[in-house]
């Protein structure tokens, strides 16, 4: 799929969705991160069919897979965001709602998917608060709130290539003010732990940090209330020459004491990776550029078969690895 999408789209939106930061040696750490670890079996431990079904933050979903949030949907396929919520319907998972998505969230809530929406914080906290307003008026579960952005990476590629907006007739839609206009999302580094907390006092939706890798980082949202992590450097697209973020989950996953579901995104490409990542504590995994390739390959139906093999390969891995659910999954299986 990944092949498809890029015979399929105009190169600078390729790269827009296929770069990272800098060198993108972080992008390419996320893949290596997983191709360094090997499974250690278990055998004869009765099986029978695997039952991959799990339940984060009261959500229940068909695999312990979502979807990660993503910009621009539409950039890649006409089907857009829209199209991606159907696929996460039809199978069963969660989409995490972009908040630079190019349809509004109603329209994807309309789909029925179930919907986490993702939030960067905003020093504009009354705007803040209407965009949060709008998601959970709109059905969603959660608010993943992205942390590692207090400036905007500097993608490479982009910068070659000019890609600074999006094109006529597409638009930033959850960034919509009462009166229509479309705002641009604010990157602020004054931005700290106090704005996380005075969030999680003007929602009732749990509050999920997406972009920890520091273990006292961990702590502390924990400490400020969080109600779950996801460990990410942002598919390597902010700093370039951070850690992978399979090689900071345990740590992570440490700090986080079994206080708050922990999960973790990037570089994650087939069942085998999933299952690594689950062994080594993760309680989901979220997938980003997998989505996109899909999307741009095939649309709605791309989405939908992208995930049903990705849920063939986990089941079989499983199965082979000796686990029938993913609690069964621990630490001792990964060398």
């Given at each position: 799929?990944?092949?498809?999408?890029?015979?399929?789209?105009?190169?600078?939106?390729?790269?827009?969705?296929?770069?990272?930061?800098?060198?993108?040696?972080?992008?390419?750490?996320?893949?290596?991160?997983?191709?360094?670890?090997?499974?250690?079996?278990?055998?004869?431990?009765?099986?029978?069919?695997?039952?991959?079904?799990?339940?984060?933050?009261?959500?229940?979903?068909?695999?312990?897979?979502?979807?990660?949030?993503?910009?621009?949907?539409?950039?890649?396929?006409?089907?857009?965001?829209?199209?991606?919520?159907?696929?996460?319907?039809?199978?069963?998972?969660?989409?995490?709602?972009?908040?630079?998505?190019?349809?509004?969230?109603?329209?994807?809530?309309?789909?029925?998917a179930a919907l986490w929406f993702q939030l960067y914080p905003q020093p504009d906290e009354a705007f803040q608060r209407y965009v949060v307003a709008r998601a959970e008026a709109a059905g969603c579960r959660a608010l993943v709130v992205t942390v590692d952005?207090?400036?905007?990476?500097?993608?490479?590629?982009?910068?070659?290539?000019?890609?600074?907006?999006?094109?006529?007739g597409f638009a930033c839609e959850n960034m919509r003010d009462a009166t229509g206009a479309v705002l641009s999302i604010a990157m602020d580094p004054a931005l700290g732990w106090d704005h996380i907390a005075r969030l999680r006092e003007s929602t009732r939706?749990?509050?999920?940090?997406?972009?920890?890798?520091?273990?006292?980082?961990?702590?502390?949202?924990?400490?400020?209330?969080?109600?779950?992590?996801?460990?990410?450097?942002?598919?390597?697209?902010?700093?370039?020459?951070?850690?992978?973020?399979?090689?900071?989950?345990?740590?992570?996953?440490?700090?986080?004491?079994?206080?708050?579901?922990?999960?973790?995104?990037?570089?994650?490409?087939?069942?085998?990776?999933?299952?690594?990542?689950?062994?080594?504590?993760?309680?989901?995994?979220?997938?980003?550029?997998?989505?996109?390739?899909?999307?741009?390959?095939?649309?709605?139906?791309?989405?939908?078969?992208?995930?049903?093999?990705?849920?063939?390969?986990?089941?079989?891995?499983?199965?082979?690895?000796?686990?029938?659910?993913?609690?069964?999954?621990?630490?001792?299986?990964?060398?």
């Amino acid at each position: 799929m990944r092949e498809k999408a890029r015979a399929a789209l105009d190169p600078v939106r390729w790269d827009f969705f296929a770069g990272g930061a800098g060198e993108e040696r972080t992008l390419r750490a996320n893949e290596q991160a997983y191709e360094r670890r090997r499974i250690v079996p278990r055998v004869l431990r009765g099986t029978g069919a695997r039952d991959l079904r799990t339940t984060v933050l009261g959500t229940e979903m068909a695999m312990p897979v979502l979807i990660a949030p993503t910009a621009f949907h539409r950039l890649a396929h006409p089907d857009g965001e829209a199209g991606t919520a159907t696929a996460a319907r039809r199978t069963g998972t969660v989409m995490v709602v972009s908040m630079a998505a190019t349809q509004p969230v109603e329209e994807i809530a309309a789909t029925g998917a179930a919907l986490w929406f993702q939030l960067y914080p905003q020093p504009d906290e009354a705007f803040q608060r209407y965009v949060v307003a709008r998601a959970e008026a709109a059905g969603c579960r959660a608010l993943v709130v992205t942390v590692d952005s207090p400036v905007l990476g500097r993608r490479e590629r982009d910068l070659r290539n000019g890609f600074t907006d999006l094109p006529a007739g597409f638009a930033c839609e959850n960034m919509r003010d009462a009166t229509g206009a479309v705002l641009s999302i604010a990157m602020d580094p004054a931005l700290g732990w106090d704005h996380i907390a005075r969030l999680r006092e003007s929602t009732r939706l749990p509050v999920v940090l997406k972009g920890i890798l520091h273990p006292a980082d961990a702590a502390e949202a924990v400490r400020h209330g969080a109600d779950g992590i996801i460990v990410s450097n942002h598919g390597g697209r902010q700093l370039d020459g951070a850690v992978a973020t399979l090689d900071a989950l345990p740590g992570v996953v440490a700090a986080a004491g079994g206080r708050v579901p922990v999960l973790v995104d990037g570089g994650l490409r087939r069942g085998t990776d999933v299952l690594v990542a689950l062994a080594l504590g993760a309680d989901a995994v979220l997938l980003g550029r997998p989505v996109l390739w899909a999307l741009a390959a095939g649309g709605a139906h791309g989405v939908q078969q992208m995930l049903e093999t990705l849920r063939t390969d986990l089941d079989h891995t499983m199965a082979l690895a000796g686990a029938k659910r993913p609690a069964d999954l621990t630490p001792d299986l990964v060398a």
